[in-house]
């Protein structure tokens, strides 16, 4: 069987990695982390070095937090390229700015290697089930030719265009899900500062308009006052760093990107950088001296002492 490689074991890479090898995929991998790599080792996989897996595998992943770091591992000194044969493919699934992307692709091109950005949407919990959602850019043969091995790690993989353009579609991605996520803080801190009983507001919109996947898995997170991430504040916060760039040398205008950009940027630099990024309701949290999880209703305390109209 071909050989397949795959650097970058984190929240998300080691469960992709453990979905490949349950598929039967002969799996070689590279991680910074060292106990990292030996947990996938020991559901199957065999550690390697980069030179290694440029020279053995036909098909690499790269699932690394930004730009500098795929552009390190693939362009950098004793990268992929340095040992990759023509005719293999690399394959992004981190979530980076398409123009880095089309720098890489561009070089790739010349020595004759395919590259796919695939970035996925599902986070750690779809990562672990295999029902992420790739949003990819890249030659329609080339996805046709890696769409299987995509569909081990995720249940829909949709080509959005050619180099760069599923990182496009994964910028606006992620400046949905900000901008659901600051929705429902600032929807629950209004619930809560009018004394209502949050799990019963939560009962009673999720069947509504106002439901999604946000809803579902965030806000009970919020409630229980839990931040364990998920997804990072400080990864999402790159996000919309990159999104904010793209969008201004496209010359789109997105206001609401600036706005969900400094809150994540204010609350990394009050040390929420490390928790998940539903922990942007912390934000409305300072802004109104109350919190979901606790902390007072002030409206039911006037509603109590009858000074409201
Ligand atoms: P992570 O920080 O948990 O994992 C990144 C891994 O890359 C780490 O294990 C790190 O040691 C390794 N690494 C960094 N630089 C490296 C290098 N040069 N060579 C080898 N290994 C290196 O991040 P994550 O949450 O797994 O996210 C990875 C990417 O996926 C990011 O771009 C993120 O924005 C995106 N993403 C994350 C989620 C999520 O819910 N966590 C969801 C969708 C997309």
């Given at each position: 069987m071909k050989k397949v490689g795959f650097i970058g074991l984190g929240i998300m890479g080691s469960p992709m990695a453990v979905n490949l090898l349950k598929a039967g995929v002969d799996l070689l991998v590279d991680d910074h982390h060292a106990d990292r790599v030996e947990a996938v080792v020991r559901a199957g996989a065999q550690a390697a070095k980069r030179s290694e897996i440029g020279r053995t595998c036909e098909t690499v992943f790269t699932m690394l937090p930004d730009g500098p770091q795929v552009k390190e591992a693939?362009?950098?000194?004793?990268?992929l390229l340095d040992f990759l044969r023509p005719g293999s493919t690399v394959i992004d699934m981190s979530s980076i700015n398409p123009k880095v992307t089309r720098e890489i692709a561009r070089k790739l091109e010349e020595q004759g290697i395919e590259m796919l950005d695939a970035p996925v949407s599902g986070g750690e919990t779809g990562a672990v089930a295999g029902t992420l959602s790739f949003m990819v850019g890249g030659r329609p043969e080339v996805f046709e030719k890696c769409r299987s091995l995509l569909l081990t790690m995720g249940e829909s993989a949709v080509l959005?265009?050619?180099?760069?353009a599923g990182g496009v579609v994964k910028l606006a991605n992620q400046i949905m899900v900000a901008a659901n996520i600051a929705g429902c803080s600032e929807a629950f801190m209004l619930a809560k500062m009018a004394g209502v009983d949050l799990e019963k507001a939560f009962e009673a919109v999720r069947?509504?308009?106002?439901?999604?996947r946000v809803l579902e898995t965030k806000v009970p997170a919020m409630l229980a006052g839990d931040f364990t991430p998920g997804f990072r504040m400080e990864l999402h916060s790159k996000d919309l760093r990159n999104a904010l760039e793209y969008a201004h040398f496209c010359g789109a205008p997105v206001p609401l990107t600036a706005q969900f950009q400094e809150m994540m940027t204010n609350l990394c630099a009050q040390?929420?950088?490390?928790?998940?990024?539903?922990?942007?309701?912390k934000y409305y949290a300072r802004l109104s001296g109350t919190d979901l999880a606790g902390g007072r209703a002030f409206e039911e305390e006037r509603w109590n002492k009858k000074d409201i109209i």
């Open positions: 693939v362009l950098g000194e004793g990268g959005c265009g050619g180099p760069g069947g509504g308009l106002a439901g999604s040390g929420c950088e490390k928790e998940d990024h539903s922990g942007m309701v």
